[in-house]
Structure formats: C-alpha cells, structure tokens
Antibody
Framework: QVQLQESGPGLVKPSETLSLTCAVS????????WTWIRQPPGKGLEWIGY???????NYNPSLKSRVTISVDTSRNLFSLNLSSVTPADTAVYFC???????????????WGQGALVTVSS | DIQMTQSPSSVSASVGDRVTITCRAS??????LAWYQQKPGKAPKLLIY???SLQSGVPSRFGGSGSGTDFTLTISSLQPEDFATYYC?????????FGQGTTVEIK
C-alpha cells in the first residue's frame, strides 16, 4: 500500500517561501505523476500542480508564477516551493498520486494526511 | 478554467436513506470525473473515478453515473460513516478543478 507523508514548517512569514516535502513509501515514484493540492481552512480544494517522476511539470496558471515542484527519485520524495506567500496561502497542503487510465489522467488515488501551513508574521 | 458546480450544497438525511448529489461541468469533460469523500481533519478519499468506476475497497452502496457535463453520485443506503463532505473533480482539462463540496448531515 502506497503511503504519502507531508513535512515542512507549519508557520511561514509573508513574502517568504513555503517549502514542503512529500515522502512516498510502499512504492516507487517511477511511472507515476505526483501532485500537490491545497485547502484553505473551511474551504474547498485547489489543485496546485503535478510532476512526473522524470521531472516534467504542469502548474495551475493561478499559481504558476510562484510555484516550483521538484522530484528526488533517489530519496523517493517530491517537493513544493511556493514563493512570495501571503495570508491567502494559509491552507492544508496535501500531496497525492495521479494514476493514469487508458493513457489519460483520471483522479488522485493515494493522499497524504495533509500539512497545515499558516502564513503570518 | 472548467467550473464544477455541485448541488445541493448540503443535504440532511437519515441512516438508510438514498442520497443523490449532482455535479455539473461548465464544459464537456467526457467521463473524466472523480468523486471524493472527506471527513473533518482528514484527507479526501477517492470513491469513484472515470465517472462510474468504483475505487477498490469502496463499498458498493456508492455509485457514479453521467458523462459530458452532468454527473451524479448516489449513496443507495446511507450509513453512519457516510456523513461527510463530498467533492467532484474533473481531470479532462488543465487546470484540474473541484466542485465546491456537498455536506451530508444527519437528519
């Protein structure tokens, strides 16, 4: 059973960079896409972006100028950097796996438990 | 971006009731729709993918249907553990987007 675990600072100051890591266990990063999703407190879900194990990325245009997702296959983890954060970036950040179905993206099948990141001075 | 609109926003139901949640996409998304269940303080859990395929381990009382722009999640006989918030999500076009959620509450 694949398991994902987010880690990183729970408090980030405005204008700084939010950095989170997602460690994957019980399976390899290979041949899968991996993604980040966030959820502000009491609100809905927003897709941030994905990375393929080879390093190919795709980001939500609403965040593209501030987001970088990277992968480290030797350590079986991938990471999220979100720069120039504001209080509006306060959210629970989830990492998840993206399975393919008939050559197309279909859903997010395994999720981490989520990491609350608060942006405040 | 494709807008996903769920209805109702909330529903009150009793154990044993049949519950139906609808999700409408602002553009055709073929069958690339997934449904998730989220309980407070937990990550979403995949229930249905490709509009009607039941994820492994999910009880058969959950069912999905639809294609194009209109989709439905049905819980055939509501159980105590089903009280939660449900989200639809389209995977047809970037950026991937979610519905605003439907909360199933105890009547």
């Amino acid at each position: 059973q694949v398991q994902l675990q987010e880690s990183g600072p729970g408090l980030v100051k405005p204008s700084e960079t939010l950095s989170l890591t997602c460690a994957v266990s019980g399976g390899s990063l290979s041949n899968y896409y991996w993604t980040w999703i966030r959820q502000p407190p009491g609100k809905g879900l927003e897709w941030i972006g994905y990375i393929y194990y080879s390093g190919n990325t795709n980001y939500n245009p609403s965040l593209k100028s501030r987001v970088t997702i990277s992968v480290d296959t030797s350590r079986n983890l991938f990471s999220l950097n979100l720069s120039s954060v504001t209080p509006a970036d306060t959210a629970v950040y989830f990492c998840a796996r993206v399975p393919m179905l008939r050559g197309a993206f279909s859903s997010f099948d395994f999720w981490g438990q989520g990491a609350l990141v608060t942006v405040s001075s | 971006d494709i807008q996903m609109t769920q209805s109702p926003s909330s529903v009150s139901a009793s154990v044993g009731d049949r519950v139906t949640i609808t999700c409408r996409a602002s553009q055709v998304i073929n069958s690339w729709l997934a449904w998730y269940q989220q309980k407070p303080g937990k990550a979403p859990k995949l229930l249905i993918y490709a509009a009607s395929s039941l994820q492994s381990g999910v009880p058969s009382r959950f069912g999905g249907s639809g294609s194009g722009t209109d989709f439905t999640l049905t819980i055939s006989s509501l159980q105590p553990e089903d009280f939660a918030t449900y989200y639809c999500q389209q995977a047809n076009s970037f950026p991937w987007t979610f519905g605003q959620g439907t909360t199933v509450e105890i009547k």
